[in-house]
């Protein structure tokens, strides 16, 4: 089971910031929070991950809480094309075969409205 | 950014037909690759993982002998749907890391199998 709590769905106006959040409660002290976003009929795309302190790159911002059990993914500006279903995750530690890989949750649908 | 290629993007065939999925790392050495599927309206649902030049490991309730991986080079991995029939539609996604640990995984763009 995904072991995050992501919002159903949220609206974001075009080129305001989208903001969204993401519960983790139960992460352990060396799992990092991945995001990644899933465009119709696509694959995921990575985002942007974090262990404990904030990351930025060209795509989205990271905000992990001090205690890191919730986290918040910013686009500063969103756009159409940033409507798609974003995915939280932590990542798993290595165990038995499945050797950290991705378990994804339901995942927030962004819609992007004009 | 770092690509993976799978190829095809989308397959019809008959029932009882063998296919086969290409996933390919083109800008970096996979260690692992994983093999997702995705039902509509869903969320990717891990099937296996397999490390270059080892057997997969398969989730629980994926059978081996219907979905075989081959993952015989760090930059490729094939998926091969034995004997497909219409429960075997679905949409199929390869992920490729990197030797480092806690490198992003990062996704084909899917393949559309459709079993008539």
């Known amino acids: 089971d995904a072991k995050t709590t992501q919002p159903t769905s949220m609206d974001c106006a075009e080129g305001r910031a989208a903001n969204l959040p993401c519960n983790h409660s139960?992460?352990?002290?060396?799992?990092?929070v991945y995001w990644y976003r899933q465009i119709h009929s696509q694959g995921p795309q990575y985002i942007i991950h974090g262990l404990k302190n904030n990351e930025t790159n060209e795509m989205a911002s990271l905000i992990i809480t001090e205690d890191r059990k919730s986290s918040t993914l910013i686009l500063p500006h969103a756009t159409l094309r940033d409507t798609a279903v974003y995915y939280c995750?932590?990542?798993?530690?290595?165990?038995?075969?499945?050797?950290?890989?991705?378990?994804f949750g339901k995942g927030t649908k962004l819609s992007v409205k004009p | 950014g770092a690509v993976v290629s799978q190829h095809p993007s989308w397959v019809i065939c008959k029932s009882g037909t063998s296919v086969k999925i290409e996933c390919r790392s083109l800008?970096?050495?996979?260690?692992?690759m994983f093999w997702y599927r995705q039902f509509p309206k869903q969320s990717l649902m891990l099937m296996a993982t397999s490390n270059e030049g080892s057997k997969a490991t398969y989730e629980q309730g994926v059978e081996k002998d219907k979905f075989l991986i081959n993952h015989a080079s760090l930059t490729l991995s094939t998926l091969t749907v034995t004997s497909a029939h219409p429960e075997d539609s679905s949409f199929y996604i390869c992920s490729a890391r990197a030797r480092t640990d806690y490198q992003p995984q990062h996704f084909g763009d899917g393949t559309r199998l459709s079993i008539l």
């Open positions: 139960t992460i352990s002290g060396n799992e990092y």
């Open positions: 800008d970096f050495q996979a260690t692992t």
């Open positions: 995750i932590v990542r798993v530690p290595n165990y038995g075969g499945s050797q950290g890989n991705l378990i």
